[in-house]
């Protein structure tokens, strides 16, 4: 599989490539947001793993621009540590956030993790929610809304995963939070909010009134849509 890695650091590249060598992997260096934007569309990676703080285009904007044709998923980088940093980078769809300093052996667990999900066999088993209007391919990870393809990142293909395997059922945060462990940071409900709210923009006729997604106030979150 490609591995796209950006990063100003010329250290953090060698360190980051050797380790995933190691593991069969191909990879590619960026050292910019313009360089990391161009060879994300030629070089079409499995998956990305970006820094925040880049010396033209920040990371933030290198993932956005990227989530505007691409589900690839992403794994963030950077020295910043805030919650509103890290929420930023989910908002705009980032997968996963680790700080600097970090160890690459983690890194490469995370990658591993990360593309197994993303990842699979096809097959033809269906979840097919309100007549169709929602159906769900559980083994190869697809999602179509009124027969067109919705692009999800693993991780929201994740939640919607649990929640639908399981109609009616709440899922207070905490348990939805094992879907995007690894975060090592406090504010945790906020985390998953974010992610509902990137779900529910993608798969919902209105957000603002979810048909799908449902909140349950002072509980957490279930899955509406009848098989």
Same mark, same amino acid.
């Given at each position: 599989?490609?591995?796209?890695?950006?990063?100003?650091?010329?250290?953090?590249?060698?360190?980051?490539?050797?380790? &995933? =060598? *190691?593991?069969?992997?191909? !990879?590619? +260096?960026?050292?910019?947001? #313009?360089?990391?934007?161009? @060879?994300?569309?030629?070089?079409?990676?499995?998956?990305?793993?970006?820094?925040?703080?880049?010396?033209?285009?920040?990371?933030?904007?290198?993932?956005?621009?990227?989530?505007?044709?691409?589900?690839?998923?992403?794994?963030?980088?950077?020295?910043?540590?805030?919650?509103?940093?890290?929420?930023?980078?989910?908002?705009?769809?980032?997968?996963?956030?680790?700080?600097?300093?970090?160890?690459?052996?983690? &890194? =490469? *667990?995370?990658?591993?993790? !990360?593309? +197994?999900?993303?990842?699979? #066999?096809?097959?033809?088993? @269906?979840?097919?929610?309100?007549?169709?209007?929602?159906?769900?391919?559980?083994?190869?990870?697809?999602?179509?809304?009124?027969?067109?393809?919705?692009?999800?990142?693993?991780?929201?293909?994740?939640?919607?995963?649990?929640?639908?395997?399981?109609?009616?059922?709440?899922?207070?945060?905490?348990?939805?939070?094992?879907?995007?462990?690894?975060?090592?940071?406090?504010?945790?409900?906020?985390?998953?909010?974010?992610?509902?709210?990137?779900?529910?923009?993608?798969?919902?006729?209105?957000?603002?009134?979810?048909?799908?997604?449902?909140?349950?106030?002072?509980?957490?979150?279930?899955?509406?849509?009848?098989?």
């Amino acid at each position: 599989m490609k591995i796209l890695i950006v990063d100003d650091e010329e250290n953090i590249l060698e360190i980051v490539e050797a380790y &995933l =060598v *190691a593991k069969n992997y191909q !990879v590619f +260096r960026a050292m910019d947001g #313009e360089e990391a934007l161009r @060879k994300a569309e030629t070089i079409r990676p499995d998956l990305i793993v970006l820094d925040l703080m880049l010396p033209d285009i920040s990371g933030l904007e290198v993932c956005r621009r990227i989530r505007k044709s691409s589900s690839v998923p992403v794994i963030m980088l950077t020295a910043r540590t805030t919650e509103q940093d890290i929420l930023s980078g989910l908002h705009i769809g980032a997968d996963h956030y680790m700080t600097k300093p970090f160890s690459p052996k983690e &890194l =490469v *667990a995370r990658v591993q993790t !990360v593309l +197994r999900r993303s990842h699979k #066999e096809p097959q033809e088993v @269906k979840w097919s929610f309100e007549g169709g209007l929602l159906d769900i391919y559980p083994d190869n990870m697809q999602v179509f809304k009124k027969g067109l393809e919705v692009g999800l990142t693993p991780t929201e293909y994740g939640l919607l995963f649990l929640l639908a395997s399981h109609p009616q059922q709440i899922f207070p945060r905490q348990q939805l939070l094992q879907v995007v462990k690894g975060l090592d940071f406090d504010g945790t409900d906020r985390v998953i909010d974010v992610h509902i709210k990137n779900l529910r923009r993608k798969i919902e006729d209105d957000a603002r009134t979810p048909h799908y997604i449902l909140t349950i106030y002072g509980a957490g979150y279930r899955f509406g849509g009848q098989k």
